[in-house]
């Protein structure tokens, strides 16, 4: 999570009853280190799930249980409420409050403050799978989603019922990730992005390879920034140890040739492709079947080299090509290198960054090369720099690549 990328909004979180309110506490911790101020109303059945005192501590706000709150100066929390936030979100959205809100009843603080928004809402469903299938239910999301109300999930699996099925809450960190990417600017809508991320590994044998310390992080960034951005998103990930971002494709690869076919064979479909791995620029051209041993007389092995095929630079080459960025990892003379990469691959974009010097880390320093000149943004935490670069890539797309 990128640090306060929700600074500036205010959240109402009203907590409805179900045994998924145990994951609004973690939630309400993300959205709060999110940069998020958050006001938690629940209803009294929620309040028999977890404590207002938990929810308070969380939020560092006091929690809203009834209508007839005497700390409301004039008596009108469900008013106030709803004019303060920049959305309301509904988690753990139960079966009966679906329906409550389908129909427009307001008979408790949360359901009134709802039906006085004039903000988005977002519900989060959970519950059992037979009232999630419930045809009402079904009729009362159907009913929602016409009335522009984001459903948000729900996930597939195990529930505290002992049955297995759709209805249960999306974990807290995918419902974070799906309020934070409600609230990012919709600049790549309809864009198809193709991404490298990560480093490549190349086997010498069935237990050794060559690889190098890329840790995905600046990509998997991108591809979250970008799907954020309202972007399909198709990640090819070298052997890196990040989770997927949310909602984007992805596809594990461990040789540079893997990750070549896999981008050729994706790449028709691309509007926008960012090479951001840490390509190998070689592999051995015998992999040992068989562990290489020590010999008696302690000979050292030796290997030959071929050269890895240059994805970028292939789909630079390509007769329709996306939109293609590259990225120059340099130890020094990044002015030099990352231009002369950037004429040699073709490709109308290329940033720099101080590389091996960056790799792992969680902050980095980039800088835009193109023909125009070069542009230097600010350093920062990656997915700050990330949200930063896809608007600035989102700025220079040729508007023929719609109609690719
Ligand atoms: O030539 P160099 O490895 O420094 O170039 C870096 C850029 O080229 C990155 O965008 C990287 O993802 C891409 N690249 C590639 N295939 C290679 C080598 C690099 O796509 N074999």
Redo the contacts with the bound molecule.
Sequence with gaps: MATAELAGKHLVLGMTGGIACYKIAELTRLLVKGGATVQVVMTEAATQFITPVTMQALSGRPVYTSQWDGRVPNNMAHIDLSREADAIVIAPASTDFLAKLAHGMADDLLSTLCVARDCPLLVVPAMNRQMWQNPATQRNVTQLRGDGVDVLGPDSGPQACGETGDGRMLEAAATYEAIAAFFAPKLLAGRRVLL?AGP?FEPLDPVRGITNRSSGKMGFALARAAQQAGADVHLVAGPVALDTPWGVIREDVQT?QQ??DA?MRSVADADIF????????WRVDHVSEHKIKKTADRALPSFSFV?????????AKLAHPPFA??????SGDLDV?AEE?RL??N?PL??GNLGPLTFGLDDNEIILYEAGGVTRLPRADKQTLARALIAEIAKRLPDTSLIR
């Design positions: 490298t490549t540079a990750m070549h981008v960012i090479g951001v791995a840490a390509v190998a620029d050269e890895n095929p240059d994805i970028l630079a292939s789909v960025v590259g990225f120059a990892a340099e290198h990469k040699r691959k490709v290329l940033i």
